[in-house]
């Protein structure tokens, strides 16, 4: 009852008074190392005091999962008060905070009227991109906080999303070809079924998003049995906290290709696996708590469960293609260039910016900001 009186009682207070933050990119998608850029606009319709005006980005990764039920089943047997408690791990990436104007132990007047604040912000380069996963989150957001004296502070945050940055050209490994070789023997001790492989070959192990996946399996079926084929990409997920670990494996997408009767061989390629532009390249930067990989799966597929032949080898996933040497060098589109190269710059130093007229104001917007691709792949 007391919260609700508290809270009706806060919204009296605010009644009047819009405070948002808007940002130049529609999008609210970076890559780590751009500026965001963005004005806080307040519209207020009377006096207020407070004691100033803060603004705070931030990033965090959290991963929370239950314990291994297998372990925990056989501690029961040993101690009935056992429970299977969760496991959870926090980090911290980004944390800053600007001081606009105030916040020096006095009191600061809105007054009526619309008042806009521009800022600007470059991210750091060590930044992992936004997740949103089954086990585990990282978040990114920029706050505005206005303490007040004698009632709560205003808060309102707005979310921004940060993109995975890899650039295939600086792994060794995603230059590289790859090879696979699979193969199953049929049957038992007094009768031979014969026997089903294949070989993949890749031409390099990294694939940009985007692109097919330039993939040659040679299949040989030397067997009494028909086999249909598939190939998946398969996203790898490690979440870890304390001293724990847990994996989660999802098919991103797959093909099926042709049958392969008895005694016959084929020779399947063609640009048939499409790696989706959406899904983030891996978990880079700082982050400890989550770790993403990629598989490329292959499977003979038989008409009973135990007539399959498996194999899978790793791919690397990158935003940006890898380049010859004699190539040009790959860039991103060129993001907003900010004019001054500090951290987040005020607006006035001392108290807000305000204006009265219809038209004229005291503060511009920033230049239209190029849209960024979409959110990633959760």
């Known amino acids: 009852m007391f919260a609700r009186a508290a809270e009706e009682i806060t919204n009296i207070i605010n009644a009047g008074f819009e405070c948002e933050i808007v940002l130049d990119n529609a999008t609210k998608a970076y890559y780590p190392g751009e500026t965001v850029t963005g004005r806080i606009i307040i519209v207020n319709e ?28 056989r501690r029961k047997r040993r101690n009935d008060n056992v429970q299977n408690t969760a496991t959870q791990a926090e980090e911290v990436y980004l944390d800053y905070s600007l001081n606009v104007f105030g916040n020096d132990g006095g009191q600061t007047t809105i007054h ?23 086990l585990g989150k990282i978040t990114y957001q920029v706050e505005v906080d206005l303490p007040r004296s004698w009632v709560s502070d205003f808060k309102t945050t707005t979310v921004f999303r940060v993109l995975g940055y890899f650039d295939l050209s600086s792994n060794l490994e995603a230059q590289q070809e790859g090879i696979m070789t699979q193969e199953r023997t049929f049957g038992n001790c007094c009768c031979s079924g014969g026997t089903a492989s294949f070989v993949v070959k890749l031409q390099k192990r990294g694939v940009p998003l985007g692109e ?5 399996v040679e299949i040989d079926n030397k067997s009494s049995k028909t086999f249909g084929t ?7 997920v490690m979440y870890h906290a304390l001293d724990k670990k847990q994996k989660i494996e999802d098919v991103i997408c797959s093909a099926e290709g042709p ?4 005694g016959e061989d084929y020779v399947w390629r063609g640009n048939v696996l499409q790696v989706p532009p959406n899904i983030i390249p891996g978990l880079g930067g700082v982050c400890k708590l989550i770790h993403v990989s990629y598989e490329l799966k292959m499977e003979l597929v ?18 940006i293609p890898a380049r010859n040497p004699n190539q040009t060098i790959y860039e991103l589109p060129p993001p907003y260039q900010a004019q001054a190269t500090g951290a987040l710059q005020q607006a006035s130093p001392s108290a807000p910016m305000y204006y009265t007229g219809d038209t004229k104001e005291t503060s511009g917007s920033a230049p239209p900001y190029d849209p960024l691709p979409p959110k990633a792949y959760y």
Do not use: H, W
């Open 212 to 216: 097919f996946i330039p993939f040659v």
């Open 112 to 134: 009526p009227g619309r008042f806009e604040y521009p800022f600007q912000y470059p991210l750091p380069l060590s930044l992992p991109p936004s997740y949103d996963g089954s």
């Open 259 to 262: 049958f392969i009767p008895p």
């Open 230 to 236: 598939r190939i998946s990409l398969i996203q790898k």
């Open 302 to 319: 038989g008409s009973r469960v135990f007539t399959r032949v498996t194999g899978k080898t790793p791919i690397i996933i990158g935003s």
């Open 46 to 73: 009377k006096d207020r005091n407070v004691k100033g005006l803060k603004l705070k980005f931030s990033g965090t990764g959290a991963v929370q999962f239950a314990g291994n039920p297998r372990t925990t089943e």
